[in-house]
């Protein structure tokens, strides 16, 4: 699975950008995490408008949805139980 995570939207850690700012009009989420069955499988920048089609790529092959959170849902307090019901948005296969 995270070959795929990899060659879609890049490493684990990805930035976007130093200065934390996204295209104008586009949604960003920076540290976010991905994860799949209630485990952490990604962390770093998310552009969720230029990643959609790389998320629902992803949700698709594996089969599985992606539960993309902020950094506190899935760090710190909630390393180990990700707050998977506070998801920013989750990407169903299709």
């Not at 540290?31 to 992803?58: C, F, H, P, R």
Request: include cysteine; charged fraction near 25%.
């Amino acid at each position: 699975m995270f070959q795929i995570l990899y060659d879609n939207i890049g490493v684990p850690g990805r930035m976007m950008s130093g200065n934390k700012r996204g295209p104008k009009g586009h949604i960003c989420y920076w540290n976010a995490n991905i994860i799949v069955e209630g485990k952490k499988v990604w962390y770093g920048d998310l552009d969720m408008t230029a990643d959609k089609k790389s998320l629902q790529k992803i949700a698709n092959e594996i089969g599985k949805p992606l539960y993309i959170l902020t950094e506190h849902m899935a760090r710190f307090d909630n390393e180990l139980n990700p707050k998977v019901d506070e998801a920013v948005a989750i990407i169903q296969p299709e």
